[in-house]
Every structure is written in C-alpha cells, then in structure tokens.
C-alpha cells in the first residue's frame, strides 16, 4: 500500500472506471493523474482513503445469543400443551377471579394509605420524606394482595437453591427460594443498614410483584409506568424514583435520589433492575449504573424459572400471552437467590474521574458474579438491543433479533447512543430489507436517489466487508460510527461546504448539489436528485445551510465520498 499523509486532504477519489485530472486553466496534469491513479489502485479503491490512512476494522460478527427470545412457542406447543390447557381451563377461570380481587384490594388499600399525603398522592417529588409508620403498616394489606396475586399465577413448588460462588472473597450461598403457592426460606436477607441497594436480574413481571411482598422498597422505574392503571398508584406508594433514560439530566437527578434515600435507614431499601430490561434469563445483559454510582454496599439477588414446556420470561411475547400461559400450567417454579456477603468499594474516598471508573469496574463484577451464579455467560446487549428489536417487531420484520447489534459494546467502542442508533435503523427499515435483515445496494442507494454507480458501489463495499452483497443493520451503524471517528471527517465535512456553497448566500442550492454530483459521475434523474437534496435539506427550506450539511453528513457519514472531488480540487473525468 502507498503511503499518505493522514494530516493532508489531498488523496482523490476514485472508482473503478473513473479517473481524475486536476484543473489547471482546464487542463489536466496526465503525469500528476497517473501518479494519482496508481496510489489509489493501491489502496483498493477505498472511498474513504481521504479521510484518514486507517481502513474500516472488521467486525468481530454479532453473538450468537439472543437474551431477549422466548423459548415457548406463542400459542400451540404440541398435544401436551393443548390437553394441559383444556384441563387448566376451569382453574384458570378461578385464578383469574382470585388476581382481579388481589388487584382491587391491593389497589383499595393503597389508595386509602396515599390519601391525604401531599409527598405522593399525585406523584413523587424529589426530597420528599419517608412514609409514615402507620402508612407502611396500612400497605401490608397490599402487599398481602400481592402475595395472592403470586398464589393466582399456579407456582406450586419449591426448590431450594444451592449455590456458591466467591465474588471479591464474599461467599455466594442460597437464601430463599420461592414458589407462588407456598414460600420457604433458607435464611434473611442482609439488613438494611449493611446493604440498603438491591440489585436483581430482570426475567420476568413476577419478580416486581415477589420483592414488592418480600421487602416493600423503592424502586426506580420509567416515568411511563406512572400513567399504568392501578400499577401506578401501588408503585407511587413505594415512593419510586422515576427516570428517563434517555435524559441525562433525569439519570443525574435518579442517582442523587437513591443516594438520598440509601443514605437514610427511614426509607425501605432501593431495588433495581440494572438490565434496564427483562432476558430470558438464559444470558445477561449490559448493566446500567445507577445503582453502583452511590458507592453504597449492593444486596445482589439472582432469580431463574425452572421449566420443561413453559418459558416464563417476558422477552419477545406479549403480555397478555404470557399471563395465559401462567394461568393455564399446572404449576409454574421460581428460585430466589441472595448472597450473604458484600463487596464494598468506597468511591467517595477518590478523585471524581476515578469514582466513575470504580462504578463501572463494580457493576462488572457485580454482573460477573450474578452471571456465575446464574451459570449463564453475560453478553455485550443492553436495553438498547430490546428497543431496537421491538422496533423492528413493530415494522413487522421477520428474524428481529437479527437487527440486535450489542448496543452496550457498540456505545463503548464508538460512542454511539440508543437514540442515534434508533434514528439510523429508522431509515435502514425504509431501505426494504429483506427477511435475514440485510439491505441490498440498490435498495440501499435508493433512499437518496443515487443509482448503484460505480463509486456507490465502492461505498457500499465500506459496509459490506464480509462480501455477500448486502448488509446488516450492525454493519450499516458500525461503519457510520468508525466514519465519524475519523481524524479528517470533521474537517472534510466543512471543506466540502465550503467548496460547494454559494459565496453569495452560503447556502448550497439543487442546482449547485446537481454540479457537484456530476464531477462524481453520478448522474441521477432529476427526482433522484429531489430526493438526495431533501435529505440534506434538514429544516426543508429549499436551501442546504451550513448547519443542514453538517447535520447530514453526522447522520449519513458515508455521504462525504460524493464531495471528494470538490474537497481535493480534483474534476473527474470517465475513460473510455
């Protein structure tokens, strides 16, 4: 491979039939373009040489694991399943009626206990006071309901757990474990005053339902939950810290509220889900941090389902199917599993830039050893991969998990966040892929209104590294992010503008995009050319700005190939 300077703009562009001559009074410089031409052959034709003298990393290839799949098939299951049913039936019936009347209680009593309270009668404020006695002790009443409610569902039997595992010297043995009609312990957990956080893997919506009975404590929960019929006014009374996650300014206030609240023995203890999400217990996923920030001594519990023929995790099957399915088996099963003794890192002891280091290396160890004790491998996925599943769930794909790109690795490594990646998949749904997921090149160019010449083509292969003539959405996403992280993008992206802008209104006009597409040889139809400048034109006002350039090229990165010529002064001629 020739060299090149990675500090100069200064490589041309080239493609397979094209070459270039530099303008000089309109004239070329044959010796300068054949020099040029060689140096490009040399590097393969790489679209992107210009921006940087790195070429795009392969991808290690997506995990084989899907965390979020549900093993159980959605409504049939073979003879068995049928004839448990029909047998079910008539117990169903009454397991119904038994969780509508635990609802109802449940939800009496609560509104009863939250009545007059100013602190949560509406919703919860920030630094309000803990629940009174008589309050918390009016609540046993739901929480009495609740175990009903787990008694409704059919868990019948009772393993007890017997696990051992040693995370930071501290010994791992089994505490409880649970079933839904009758509950034996082996043990208590930690107090509150050793370890006022609870963190607990996410299976399914039963293990809410056991630690609201169980132990009563705040909880930290999506603001969307507030607005769920009667589950809000229950989840209002276990003073819950609500967060939107993609606001870091509501995880900064969420973090304050459970150091608040662990801070103080008045409140019950602080749980979290810290998958962000529900698995199908057979992996877990990337752990959010907010409950390893305070520093404060973590409770870590670990909860599996037993099952032969029933899955009763809540990944990729509705609701209303899974309650089905609980209410009609004979009996369903649940472990608990709690250690009893814990780590402790006091990041308040250290500088800031260190504490947020000490945070992320505890929640690893605290997700490597529930993973052990699980005996499940934990996975790069996070919350984000479920989002970008259901997206497509809702687009109504087939093979969704295929879409998954293990959001917390891809975040780490390029920095990219679940709604940049949520904004890109919205227009990789729009370029038809197929049923595996993967977007051919026609389709793909065809969402800005460029055929498959031979420069897209060579843009295209940027993606396509694995040459099967088509992509995935994790190497559409991918190759974006390593483009951006480029030395040179920043600087090119302004190069082009100004290169291509009207110097008298600094706007770039469709005529002006139409002349720089054809000193690319790219020769679209006139709606083709619509199309491509309305993807550029972001406020839709019939002008490219500075703003509405920058803005595109950050989203759709790839799309800087096509101002090569123009940022390296080069005019592209085609060889016959």
């Known amino acids: 491979m020739a060299s090149r300077n990675p500090t100069s703009l200064s490589t041309p562009l080239l493609s397979d039939s094209i070459a270039p001559t530099r303008a000089t009074n309109g004239h070329g410089n044959h010796a300068h373009d054949h020099h040029d031409a060689a140096s490009t052959c040399d590097a ?21 694991a899907d ?79 609740a175990r009903c409610i787990l008694f409704s569902f059919g868990q019948l039997k009772l393993k007890c757990c017997g696990l051992s595992y040693a995370m930071d010297s501290s010994n791992w043995n089994a505490v409880a474990g649970i079933c839904y009609h009758w509950i034996r312990k082996k043990g208590r957990p930690a107090p509150r005053e050793i370890a006022p ?38 989840i209002r009374a276990m003073q819950v810290i609500y967060v939107d996650r993609f606001s870091p300014a509501s995880r900064k206030a969420a973090v304050n509220e459970i150091k608040r609240k662990a801070a103080c023995n008045s409140f019950p203890r602080v749980l979290l889900f810290p998958e962000g999400t529900t698995t199908n217990g057979r992996f877990l996923i990337s752990f959010q941090h907010g409950a390893f920030i305070p520093g404060y001594p973590v409770q870590p519990v670990v909860v599996r389902y037993p099952h032969v023929h029933f899955d009763q995790s809540w990944g990729n099957i509705s609701l209303l199917k899974l309650m089905f399915k609980m209410f009609t088996q004979f009996h369903n099963f649940m472990e608990v599993c709690m250690s009893s003794e814990f780590g402790r890192i006091p990041p308040r002891c250290l500088p800031p830039e260190i504490k947020q280091e000490n945070a992320l290396h505890f929640a690893d160890n605290t997700s490597y050893a529930m993973a052990q004790a699980l005996n499940v491998l934990p996975t790069s996925y996070s919350y984000g991969d479920s989002m970008i599943m259901a ?71 940027h993606f396509d590294f694995d040459n099967k003539e088509s992509i995935t959405f994790r190497q559409l996403l991918i190759g974006c992010a390593h483009l951006r ?77 096509l101002f090569a010529g123009p940022i390296n002064g080069e005019v592209y001629i085609e060889i016959v």
């Open 391 to 461: 997206r497509a769930v809702e687009a109504g794909k087939e093979n969704c998990s295929n879409y998954m790109v293990e959001m917390a690795w891809v975040k780490d490594i390029y920095g990219v966040s679940t709604a940049e990646a949520m904004e890109l998949l919205e227009h990789f749904l729009a370029m038809n892929p197929d049923s595996n997921g993967r977007v051919k090149a026609q389709d793909f160019w065809a969402l800005f209104g460029l055929d498959c010449s031979p420069l897209c083509k060579k843009i295209f292969h």
């Open 44 to 64: 393969g034709g790489d679209p992107f040489a210009f921006l940087s003298e790195d070429r795009p990393p392969r991808d290690r290839g997506p995990s084989p």
């Open 67 to 145: 965390p979020f799949r549900n093993a159980t098939p959605a409504w049939g299951g073979g003879f068995y399943a049928w004839v448990r049913t029909l047998l079910c039936a008539p117990v169903a019936v009454v397991r119904l009626v038994l969780f509508g009347l635990a609802i109802a209680v449940g939800y009496a009593a609560t509104w009863v206990a939250l009545r007059g309270w100013a602190d949560l009668q509406e919703r919860p404020r920030e630094g309000a006071g803990p629940m009174p006695a008589w309050r918390r002790r009016l609540m046993w009443i739901t929480r009495i309901s």
């Open 197 to 234: 956080i609870v963190v607990s893997n996410h299976v399914s919506y039963i293990e809410p339902i056991f630690f609201f009975y169980e132990l009563f404590p705040t909880i930290v929960s999506s603001e969307s939950h507030d607005a769920l019929p009667f589950v809000g006014t229950i």
């Open 485 to 561: 992280k480029q030395p040179l993008f920043q600087g090119a992206c302004g190069t082009a503008f100004e290169k291509c802008r009207d110097p008298e209104t600094s706007d770039i006009s469709r005529a002006q995009l139409a002349d720089v597409l054809r000193l690319s040889m790219l020769l679209p139809a006139d709606d083709g050319i619509l199309k491509l400048f309305k993807t550029f034109d972001i406020d839709d006002d019939e002008k490219i700005s500075r703003d509405d350039f920058i803005s595109c090229l950050s989203k759709f990165p790839f799309l800087i190939a």
